[in-house]
């Protein structure tokens, strides 16, 4: 049946032993030994002619379909999803929370059999991942998609915009909880701060560093973390949710505007650029400290949406010795936005000046960020900033690039006129931009050098 | 009645990096440079499919504090980076033990995840391959099969418990192990023995595994006809295995036979009740301290009737442990509690007859019937009764299956239920690793020569005498052996008499000879192969090093003032002893020469080879003979 996977020659001999996949097989190799197990999909990496074995002793091995001698069928196995679910004990009374799954590591579960890792996403899944949330939040759930994040589009976050609106208006959560993969979690979260411009609750972005299948998952805890934030969070805002650092313990409610994942795989990879983080939550007391007054609090006027993005925008890195084709190429191509990550204060080589004037002349809108991540755009400083404001490009402030990206394209998607959405985007409308820079907005790298004075003690 | 034990060693390579990540594969004594608190978890509906024993554990909801170095454990052991891929130094050692034990390599290697949520991995699980299955071992002739060589991450050490959270150091996560597991087939304690012995030298002879106290450990399952399956676990000496084994056969006959009892007594499982009962008013002039002390903070004093049982519990099952003492190990385990007191040891430890008398017959205890008491906080108090009860309806099957810790006199402890089949699931993070037969050949040729070989070679090479080359073929350290005699270029009879007679005999002295690494031998050897040192001294010098390991040989010998004398200096040292003892040696001519002798030895021991020493001895006493003469 289905040898989905296996090679040529492995297929032939499967098929005439009439075996399929998580049937029980005994196959004989031409050096005598004699193996006895279920054989599983092949994974799509590696050899595939190797047959992969689940022996009684739970561990696969390979054989060489090349080296079989003899193999038979003796058994099938039933292949089950996990245990059963039980069903959750709920404290009455609980605030409503909506659990939103668009896919990612987080709303993933495996197959033991298998290996294989299939979403989940119900709320008796939720309640027996995180039984903590029984005592904390009445949960609803819904698969909206099922994408790594690495795949989404702006038109993913219209969805998700879109639904995360509905479900404020029409159940009255306390808030609605995002599932997201994390790779692109910073982005749909700025994406959701322009798109809701009020609401009721917050709408919270969790993700999680290490899967779901393995006990040392960072994904319940976040849950957890997200839930309580959705629950007891003063403010209304797009927020992402994830640890603090390597503890269990801590984690930190960061503006979905202001944050960026900083790092490959750890589980504190997310951290709120030139700004300090909105609050955070400890565990397991359960416990949201907000750490400033600054921001929009639950609107009793229901859900404002001003939703879509305009998708010929573009976010381009500046690099030395990069050639002026590149924005050419945009601008001959209808791009009617463009965010360039330049360097320092805002700088890009000479030989893009042309180019750039003729965009902007074009009606094309072209945006300065900085690749420090951290800091200023300030184009007043040099010359060849100077230059740049000179022929029409406008700095992105303190705005994080992936956000002025996400800005201009909402921006764009409002209005076709450069010189509006010129002022649109320089004007702040979700605590993107700071008029001040204070200076925890960039913390010092005190950590190790604290251990290396006490001594490695 | 046939007794069936099964062997699972767990040996620690010596490869630069770890099995994942290219951290160094050393523990360390200095303190940790960091820490992180982390819980682990699985979803409620997978707990169903765990055992008991380690949902158990979960259940307490313990945290685990990891302790880290940044400049020997990553982010790889924190949990915090996907693995990286597997070592190829591991890998080849584990196709190397699998071909010496005569196993077939798979063809594709497939790294799991067992699940192991104690915390002792940061993931929560263990990361672990099978490389070779279907082998076999020859120990005595017989030929034993070895079922799997699995290569596997070690996990972390565990440094402390507390009552809220388990402390792990991270420094020897990750540290490759290879499992070598055999057929449940040796049916004696001395064949448990040789079979550990011979793949554990088999181990140390490929020369890539590490030495020392901690780097090899043993798993034992035992099963007696009738008896159920034990498994004991970390016997961390190879010469304790035998006593081992002895002591759990023992203690399941013992155990069989108390079964036996119980049934002739009519006992069944409905005789024996959780019903517990409250009988602190009983206890409230008590001059037990331990009683006093919990009804004073609030516990309460709870007794349980196990009927049929009197005089069963006092059954002593191996040396020093008895039937009570595996229920005060269950109660221990289930409800934290620090002991329990049974009616065959009653009255004791401050508890009076009378207090005994009027706890039967709160009961209404007959003449066969025993009963537990404990003193303690009424909820903990509760659990240990159940689980002492159910200790005693497992006695009425005879052996229950668990899992055991052995204890250093051999003797074992309860240590959890036996688990259930481990969990496990591909690692998705490593990509499955072909294995080339190229690279079989290749290994191929790096296997130790077999015994025989090495045998004939202690013979007629080294020209030890048959008795002695047996002794050293069974020596655990026999590569010490060929290095000492090879590298070291030192006496083949002196080696063997020192590694197999030396060292047997400090132990027996009790001379803590565990200190001595491989490292100190060889040392030693080196310097006597030099001159540096003369054979007489190395007990010495052993005993010396075994009680001061930090200190180098060299200087050992320094200390102990055996740093031996030039031939002028022996020459001149001789002559002032024997002109000392002109006088005796004058009146009684060649028959002084043992008085003489035996002085020079008290003065010269160590300092000057023997036999060179006689000879001068000899020389000195003459030339006086000659001279009075």
């Known amino acids: 049946m289905d040898l989905t996977g296996y090679g040529e020659k492995a297929v032939v001999l499967l098929e005439n032993a009439g075996v399929s996949v998580f049937d029980e097989i005994e196959v004989e190799r031409d050096d005598g030994v004699l193996l006895c197990g279920v054989l599983l999909p092949r994974p799509q990496y590696g050899d595939p002619e190797v047959l992969v074995l689940k022996l009684s002793n739970g561990y696969n091995v390979g054989v060489d379909a090349r080296r079989v001698k003899s193999l038979r069928k003796v058994g099938r196995v039933e292949v089950s999803r996990g245990g059963q679910t039980p069903s959750p004990v709920l404290k009455p009374g609980l605030p409503r929370v909506h659990f939103l799954g668009t896919g990612g590591t987080i709303a993933s579960r495996i197959d033991y059999v298998s290996g294989a890792v299939y979403p989940y996403f119900t709320a008796e899944d939720i309640y027996s991942m995180v039984p903590e949330l029984e005592e904390v939040a009445f949960v609803t759930a819904e698969t909206l998609f099922n994408v790594f994040s690495e795949d989404l589009t702006p038109r993913h976050w219209s969805m998700i915009a879109e639904r995360v609106a509905q479900v404020f208006e029409k159940e009255e959560p306390a808030g609605v909880i995002v599932a997201h993969g994390t790779d692109t979690m910073g982005y749909t979260a700025a994406a959701l701060a322009f798109a809701l411009r009020r609401l009721p609750g917050p709408v919270v972005l969790v993700g999680a560093q290490r899967s779901s299948d393995r006990p040392s998952s960072d994904s319940a805890t976040n849950v957890l973390a997200a839930t309580v934030t959705a629950v007891k969070a003063p403010f209304a805002e797009s927020v992402v949710v994830m640890h603090a650092g390597l503890r269990d313990t801590l984690f930190y409610v960061n503006r979905g505007v202001r944050v960026r994942k900083m790092h490959t795989s750890r589980r504190d990879a997310f951290r709120s650029v030139n700004s300090i983080p909105l609050a955070k939550v400890e565990l397991p007391a359960r416990e949201l400290k907000v750490f400033t007054k600054r921001y929009a609090r639950r609107s009793k006027e229901g859900v404002l949406l001003e939703n879509g993005f305009e998708e010929k925008v573009a976010l381009v890195k500046f690099y030395p010795g990069m050639s002026a084709e590149l924005i050419d190429y945009l601008v001959d191509n209808g791009y009617k936005g463009m965010v360039i990550e330049g360097t320092g204060l805002g700088h890009v080589a000479e030989n893009l000046l042309p180019s750039i004037k003729r965009a902007v002349d074009e009606g094309v809108v072209v945006a300065i960020a900085s690749q420090c991540i951290w800091g200023r755009v300030n184009m007043n400083v040099y010359r060849r900033g100077v230059e ?20 201009l394209s909402w921006v764009l998607a409002r209005t076709d006129d450069p010189r509006e959405a010129a002022k649109l985007f320089l004007t702040n409308l979700a605590f993107e931009i700071e008029e001040r820079s204070e200076e925890w907005g960039y913390p010092p790298l005190s950590y190790f050098e604290d251990r290396l004075n006490g001594g490695y003690s | 009645m046939s007794v069936k034990v099964g062997i699972e060693i767990h040996q620690m390579l010596d490869t630069k990096h770890k099995l994942f990540c290219n951290c160094p594969t050393e523990l360390r004594r200095d303190g940790p440079h960091s820490e992180f608190r982390r819980w682990l978890r699985l979803a409620r509906s997978e707990l169903g499919e765990l055992d008991p024993a380690a949902v158990f554990e979960y259940s307490k909801g313990k945290m685990f504090l990891y302790e880290a170095y940044f400049d020997s454990t990553c982010l790889v052991e924190m949990d915090e980076e996907p693995p990286h ?28 995840r067992k699940i192991v949520i104690d915390g002792s991995n940061t993931t929560g699980f263990q990361r672990t391959a099978l490389i070779g299955l279907n082998g076999h071992v020859d120990v005595g002739g017989k030929k034993v099969p070895i079922n799997t060589v699995c290569l596997e991450e070690d996990a972390a050490r565990k440094m402390e418990e507390r009552e809220r959270e388990v402390v792990y150091r ?22 448990a023995g040789l079979v550990a012995l011979r793949i554990g030298q088999l181990l140390r002879m490929t020369g890539r595994v590490k030495r020392g106290l901690g780097t090899i450990r043993q798993d034992l399952n035992i099963s007696v006809e009738g008896g159920a399956r034990v498994e004991i676990k970390g016997v961390q000496e190879l010469e304790l295995i035998p006593r081992v084994v002895e002591y759990e056969v023992m203690r399941q006959k013992k155990l069989l036979e108390v079964g036996e009892e119980l049934r002739k007594r009519g006992v069944g499982r409905g005789d024996l009740s959780t019903n517990v009962l409250d009988v602190s008013e009983l206890f409230k002039d008590t001059s037990s301290r331990v009683a006093r002390k919990a009804l004073t903070s609030g516990g309460v004093a709870l007794a349980v009737k196990l009927p049929g049982f009197a005089r069963l519990l006092g059954v002593e099952l191996q040396p020093g442990r ?17 002991g329990i007191f049974h009616s065959d040891e009653l009255p004791a430890y401050g508890i009076s007859s009378e207090e005994v008398t009027a706890v039967r017959k709160a009961l209404q205890c007959g003449e066969l019937d025993a009963f537990v008491l404990v003193f303690e906080e009424k909820k903990r108090a509760i659990r240990a009764l159940e689980a002492v009860v159910e200790r005693a309806r497992e006695a009425l099957e005879g052996v229950p299956p668990e899992t055991r810790g052995a204890n250093p006199d051999g003797t074992t402890r309860f240590m959890r239920p036996m688990p259930g089949s481990a969990r496990m699931y591909p690692e998705t993070d490593i990509r499955p690793i072909p294995i080339e037969t190229v690279m079989l050949e290749r290994i191929r040729a790096l296997i130790p020569e077999p015994p025989e070989v090495k045998y004939e070679k202690l013979v007629k090479v080294y020209g030890l005498n048959p008795e002695i080359a047996k002794r050293v073929l069974w020596s655990y350290r026999l590569d010490v052996f060929e290095k000492a005699v090879g590298e070291a270029g030192a006496s083949p009879t002196v080696v063997a008499s020192t590694l197999e007679g030396t060292l047997v005999e400090l132990r027996r002295d009790g001379v803590p000879v565990h200190n001595i690494t491989d490292e100190h031998l060889l040392e030693l050897f080196k310097l006597l192969a030099r001159g540096g040192l003369v054979k007489e001294a190395i007990p010495a010098v052993i005993k010396y090093l075994a009680e001061n390991p930090d200190v180098e040989v060299e200087e050992a010998v320094k200390k102990l003032g055996l740093t031996p004398l030039s031939l002028e200096e022996a020459k001149e040292a001789v002559r002032r002893i024997v002109s000392r003892m002109s006088d005796v040696i004058k009146e009684r001519g060649e028959a002084a020469f043992s008085t003489v002798m035996g002085a020079t030895m008290r003065e010269l021991r160590g300092r000057v080879d023997g036999g060179l020493l006689s000879k001068l001895v000899r020389e000195e006493v003459l030339k006086v003979i000659k001279g009075s003469g």
């Open chain 2, 322 to 338: 008895r039937l009570g003492t595996e229920m005060a190990d269950r109660a221990r385990y289930w409800a934290e509690v620090g």
């Open chain 2, 85 to 112: 891929q597997l070592n190829p130094e591991a890998l080849e050692t584990a196709i190397l033990v699998s071909l010496a034990l005569n196993c077939k390599v798979v063809d594709e290697v497939h790294v799991m």
């Open chain 1, 388 to 407: 740049l404001l000179k022929v029409g490009a406008i700095p992105s402030e303190d705005m994080l690039p992936e956000t002025a990206y996400v800005k």
């Open chain 2, 170 to 191: 991270l420094d020897r996560l990750g540290i490759p192990l290879v499992e070598v597991t055999t057929a449940p087939v040796i049916s004696n304690p001395e064949e």
